[in-house]
Nanobody, 115 residues
Framework: QVQLVESGGGLVQAGGSLRLSCAVSGSIFSIRAMGWYRQPPGKQRELVAD???????NYANSVKDRFTISRDNAKNTVYLEMNSLKPEDTDVYYC?????????WGKGTLVTVSS
């Protein structure tokens, strides 16, 4: 069974930084795109950033120039480096990945940015 486990969330002051990690475990033959999403209260889950197996990245306009997504294919892990955090970045962050041609979600990690 494939699992995605996020870590690295927490409480940080505005202007601070956090690094999220998401490790994929289980019976893995291939991992294609990986990404990070967040879900504001009362809204649909929205893309924060994603990255292809080849390293091509894509970001939401709201996080461009502040967040950086990367992956370590040897460790089956995707990262999200978040800088210059704002209170509006407060949310539960979920990672996703296409593993063995199936789509999986992690359970999320809470990021809270205080003003």
């Amino acid at each position: 069974q494939v699992q995605l486990v996020e870590s690295g969330g927490g409480l940080v002051q505005a202007g601070g930084s956090l690094r999220l990690s998401c490790a994929v475990s289980g019976s893995i033959f291939s991992i294609r795109a990986m990404g990070w999403y967040r879900q504001p209260p009362g809204k649909q889950r929205e893309l924060v950033a994603d990255i292809t197996s080849g390293g091509t990245t894509n970001y939401a306009n709201s996080v461009k120039d502040r967040f950086t997504i990367s992956r370590d294919n040897a460790k089956n892990t995707v990262y999200l480096e978040m800088n210059s955090l704002k209170p509006e970045d407060t949310d539960v962050y979920y990672c996703d990945a296409y593993v063995n041609l199936r789509h999986y979600w992690g359970k999320g990690t809470l990021v809270t940015v205080s003003s």
